[in-house]
């Protein structure tokens, strides 16, 4: 779709959309028929770019929260003198690439904070869990547990390896990590930065083909890589959206770490 139809309802300042005269306005201001304008129309609501009420039209979805990208806030978050990061969610991944890059950036000296401590909260794959699990039967299947295991063993340990390779060569005064395990189904990801900062996001559940035991298998699986992350960040305002989303996010996380959850023996 030409972009400047695309960029048409935001221009209308939330009028409504459907009524003939705003596709009448729409068509002379871009220079298309107004079967076009329609078409656009349609392809903005099929989008959720657009929502529609009944009896009043079509209006311009209003977006309050935007995804953000993860990886620069961490960066920032390490120019900090102590550094915290809190992450629940299915196996790390996204964190343990995103820290790779500020912990390189430590090794060279750009970035250079006192202390560190990272803590890890994840599903422990060895037992029975809703997902991931086998498609056919949309029941737990051990095998598909041991490949999803093997990843988020694999992120945990590299996440451990990182930070405390740090404190091992002297470049950080202190470094700690800790991941902990809990039975709960992975279904949202979770980071807490230097418990001023949270990024959120769900995990999708979408039906694939993975290989397990050399043969193909439909699962049902989290997929986390590209999932849109949510920002808030504490304020000076106690009431404000973000920091009561914050200190939520901290309640919980503190809540699961000192109850159900347990030592993960990497």
């Not at 950036?105 to 037992?127: C, F, H, N, Y």
């Not at 990843?151 to 930070?163: E, L, P, S």
């Not at 001023?196 to 979408?206: L, S």
Request: proline share 5%; aromatic share 8%; glycine share 6%.
């Amino acid at each position: 779709m030409d972009t400047g139809a695309k960029r048409a309802p935001a221009a209308l300042n939330m009028r409504p959309l459907a009524s003939r005269q705003c596709c009448r306005r729409l068509a002379t201001r871009y220079g298309v028929a107004r079967e076009t304008v329609k078409r656009a129309l349609d392809l903005l609501r099929t989008e959720r770019l657009i929502v529609t009420r009944q009896g009043s039209g079509a209006f311009v979805r209003a977006q309050t929260q935007r995804a953000v990208e993860l990886r620069p806030h961490i960066e920032a978050a390490f120019e900090r003198p102590h550094v915290t990061i809190d992450f629940a969610g299915f196996s790390g991944e996204t964190l343990r690439d995103a820290l790779a890059e500020a912990l390189d950036k430590v090794r060279v000296g750009r970035l250079a904070p006192e202390t560190i401590a990272v803590r890890v909260l994840i599903s422990d794959m060895t037992v029975p869990m809703a997902l991931p699990s086998r498609a056919e039967t949309q029941a737990d299947d051990p095998a598909v547990r041991e490949r999803a295991e093997r990843i988020t063993r694999r992120a945990a340990d590299g996440i451990i390896d990182q930070v405390t390779e740090l404190g091992d060569l002297g470049l950080i005064r202190s470094t700690t990590v800790e991941v902990r395990m809990h039975r709960a189904s992975p279904l949202f990801k979770l980071y807490i930065l230097n418990g001023e900062e949270v990024f959120y996001g769900f995990y999708p559940v979408v039906e694939r083909t993975v290989s397990i035991k050399g043969e193909p298998m439909a699962i049902y699986d989290l997929m986390g890589k590209d999932v849109p992350l949510f920002h808030y960040a504490v304020t000076d305002d106690d009431t404000s959206h973000g920091t009561q989303f914050v200190e939520a996010s901290r309640q919980w996380f503190d809540s699961v770490w000192s109850t159900i959850a347990y030592r993960y023996d990497g």
